[in-house]
């Protein structure tokens, strides 16, 4: 349980990998209910990975915006991400 707590705070703490608390149980129902106790303790890591993947250029805006204003729950998380991705292109120059 301690490493579920510390593992969701990092996540919440990170302005990139933010997500809604929401899609984070639905996520631990889903795949518990898929694997079983191996699959709530794999489900926050997973969704993090698929918002990490969702990040990349390779992912279109008409399919990576409308995901992520529900993984986030927040309509200007679009928004959000655009600029934090403008700037870190900037600043590796």
Do not use: P, Q, Y
């Given at each position: 349980a301690?490493?579920?707590v510390v593992e969701?705070?990092?996540?919440?703490?990170d302005v990139q990998m933010r997500m809604h608390p929401?899609?984070?149980?639905?996520?631990?129902?889903?795949?518990g209910s898929l694997w079983g106790p191996t699959g709530m303790l794999l489900s926050v890591p997973f969704m993090a990975l698929?918002?990490?993947?969702l990040l990349g250029e390779s992912v279109p805006e008409a399919y990576r915006d409308p995901i992520l204003v529900i993984?986030?729950?927040?309509?200007q998380a679009p928004r959000r991400h655009k600029?934090?991705?403008?700037?870190?292109r900037f600043s590796s120059l």
């Open positions: 301690w490493g579920n969701v705070t990092l996540i919440d703490s929401v899609c984070i149980l639905l996520s631990v129902a889903f795949f698929v918002k990490l993947a993984l986030e729950g927040d309509r600029m934090h991705v403008s700037r870190t």
